[in-house]
């Protein structure tokens, strides 16, 4: 593991947003180079892909021809790989299991110049995989069919979590942000938490939890999908979502929330008490979401760590989910695609 080169550890000043979208591009340019940290549970999505071909005789079901399968870094390891493809030099910080699954997500990342894997711990045990089944005819999209989910519940132990906080301690103060993936499979544990809190007065540190966000008081900005928002604000879905961002910020101490919310968008709640619908970007006939807010999450924080501020980093990223959700699978974006997208209005 490459120690991280000194650079400017403070947390980047938030200018004015620009008045249009025309003036995103500029912090596109930023991004390569740019030093960031990602922290949390890095798993494996593996999708096996098919052609329905007749009925079982065994069972009411389809009987699906296997055509091909691929593995991708998932969950965590799919906001390393967005980064990675946006230019960002990427200080992974996480478990891998020993097993062929988890070699296999070493090599991809290795592959990547621009990922330093000293930062990931090897551990006993298989990897977390998320196996998803696909099918449909030669000249149709396939759909998934099924998902199976791979984890043996081990836990980590405190050998290993002291391990994974040496690596915090060398890599964090030298980076320009940290995204903490939280994916409730171990590698956020309290001291992580706590590490980042302390953190985050100085830098920025973007928070992302499928199960735990209301431990994240104190991080720079989260990034919930809606319904996640509203149960962190303790409001029923029919209230309307401008009363979630005053409850979350007051109660949580952040310096933004921005809500994911499908085909309607995303909101962003700053804590001077400013709200921004963001529309939509491209399509709302999407083709797979999987992986989405990990992209939002990524996107924001390289955004910030460029320089931009809260509005524009989520306007950048809502061009960037509205180009992965029109992919199959763990997708990411790139530089080009994104330029392209801003200037056309969100379609590419």
Do not use: W
């Not at 960031?36 to 079901?61: H, T, W």
Request: proline letters at 4%.
């Amino acid at each position: 593991m490459k120690k991280p080169s000194e650079g400017d550890s403070r947390k980047r000043p938030q200018g004015k947003p620009e008045k249009g979208p025309m003036g995103l591009p500029r912090f596109l340019d930023r991004f390569k180079g740019k030093k960031i940290c990602v922290v949390g549970d890095i798993i494996a999505d593996v999708f096996i892909f098919g052609k329905p071909y007749r009925l079982s005789r065994e069972a009411p079901v389809v009987v699906v021809k296997y055509e091909k399968s691929s593995i991708y870094p998932g969950s965590a390891g799919n906001t390393i790989n967005n980064l990675a493809a946006l230019g960002a030099k990427v200080y992974p910080i996480g478990f891998v299991g020993g097993d062929s699954i988890g070699g296999k997500l070493m090599d991809f990342f290795s592959a990547a110049k621009t990922i330093d894997t000293g930062g990931i711990i090897r551990v006993s045990g298989d990897t977390v995989t998320k196996t998803r089944i696909l099918a449909g005819d030669t000249h149709v999209s396939k759909q998934q069919v099924i998902r199976i989910d791979k984890d043996d519940g081990r836990r980590h132990t405190a050998k290993e979590k002291a391990l994974l906080m040496e690596k915090l301690a060398a890599i964090c103060p030298h980076v320009d942000a940290v995204v903490v993936s939280d994916y409730g499979h171990g590698a956020v544990h309290p001291g992580v938490i706590e590490y980042m809190k302390i953190l985050a007065n100085d830098k920025i540190v973007v928070g992302d939890s499928r199960y735990g966000l209301k431990k994240y008081a104190g991080f720079t900005m989260i990034t919930p999908n809606e319904s996640e928002a509203y149960a962190l604000a303790g409001l029923k879905e029919s209230d309307a979502i401008e009363e979630v961002g005053g409850k979350v910020l007051s109660a949580m101490h952040l310096s933004a929330l921005l809500v994911t919310r499908g085909n309607r968008g995303m909101t962003l709640f700053l804590k001077d008490g400013a709200v921004h619908h963001i529309p939509i970007s491209g399509k709302d006939d999407v083709t797979d979401v999987t992986g989405a807010g990990d992209t939002v999450c990524a996107v924001v924080a390289l955004s910030l760590a460029s320089g931009a501020s809260f509005l524009d980093a989520s306007r950048i990223a809502n061009y960037a989910a509205g180009i992965v959700v029109m992919k199959r699978g763990t997708a990411t974006v790139t530089v080009p695609e994104l330029k392209k997208s801003i200037e056309n209005g969100g379609v590419i």
